[in-house]
């Protein structure tokens, strides 16, 4: 098995868990046309005992791997893959979850291989054979630093990709950018045109959801990272305090994103549990409230009207527009529909909780519509909208507006995760065969209308049995 340095022993103590996966699998040496080498961020994150969820390992081997990985997969059990066939990558699934990539070295040796890297701290190895590390850029110095640096300029041009994710791994491992690195990515901020959407995109959403992400996030902005694919956002610049924001618009938005965790967070486990699941396309519903939050206030630039006469500033139908502007922008950085679908709702209804506030206490009729109209991505709504009014702090905002927002979305909450109750969960008195049946009707809108009319009536507590139900459709027909 592996030879046993004092190197390996402190990388042992570091990450127990992953030295221990390292030699439950066999890799002998001879099986291998050349050194195997782990390299990447489960080099990194171990070092710095991070846990990663969930854990791939990277490896890198001279000469054809393809095969060679091929047989370890049958040997373990392992699903397999070829993830690009030009640089012969290839995966290997555990039944734990864990992936195993292997790509062929690039360049002449090791050293080659790693100074292709975007940064040090990525640019370790453990060569898995000699169970040593191997660190030519000092990748250590400056994880004890705490810092990001690139290898070198051309690195970041070669993939632009690289630029955003100098801020998306600054923020999840609490780095600072090095002075040098972050003016080359100022540089070339504008090569991130060049990038396929779905690199930018998933790069955005790890980054957005970061701990620190609002304000690695606002950086990306103010780098210009995001000029070319969300330009939306530096027109919003132009909008100044208000009688409810007490900060200008972009770094009220920022502060809604900074927001949101603290929101969930302040709600029973179930709703964490809800913001953790994933969308049709992948993201979990947090990151969408996030992206939410991102946009809420994208159309208040273009519907701005100054009112002559209160020298207010008005942002008429922003709400629907916005919900429009949101759906080109998740168009554009390829979002699946369903995500697309959630976003723009939030952006669309943002406004409603807060509307259902200011009139205390909230109707059943009105806390049933917001009901219907969100379906299951009312948590969402609702998280969306306390963030914005914990950011909101202008003259025109009550001290009291934070405890009443509080408790509207504890009552919403309570309707909706209740099983049968009537507001957020009607149940159906009669449903459209049933009313096409009994009144003679045609298939139709009509019917969907004499529906919504029972279900609402319902709610106010005017209908609660069938015959009731049928009266009243008589009577609007
Ligand atoms: N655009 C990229 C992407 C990746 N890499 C290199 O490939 C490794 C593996 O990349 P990836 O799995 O995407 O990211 P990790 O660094 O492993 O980090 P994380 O899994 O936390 O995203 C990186 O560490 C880095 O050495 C790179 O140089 N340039």
Redesign the pocket.
Known sequence: MLRMGSVQRNFQKTMPQLTSLLDAIPFAPADWPGPLAL????V??ALLNRT?VPL?L?FVCPGPVAERARVLARRLGAGFAVLDAEHEIVRLVLDSGITLDFARRQGADLVSDLA????TV??IAWDVHAGELFDPFDGRGDLTRRTLRAICEA?LVD?P??LL?GYR?AA?LDFAIEPATRAWIGLHAHRLAAVSAERVREELC?LICAPTGADALLATYRDGLLADWLPEIAPMEAIGPSGYHHLPLIEHTFEVIRQVDGAIADFAEQVRADMDRQVTGGHSVRTLVKLGALLHDIAKPPTSKLDPASGRMSFIGHESLGANMTRQILQRLKFSRDEERWVAALVQHHLRPGQLAAHWPPSNRAVYRLCRDLGQMLPALLMLALADRRSTLGPQVGQDDLARAVELTGRLLGHYYTPGDPLAHPRTLIDGNGLMAELDLKPGPRVGQLLAAIQEAQATGEVTGREEALALARTLL
Do not use: H, K, T
Request: glycine share 8%.
């Open positions: 390299v990447g961020g489960s990194r994150d990663r791939d990277d292709r890297r975007d940064y990525n640019a690195n993939d990709l690289r994710r791994l999840q790890a």
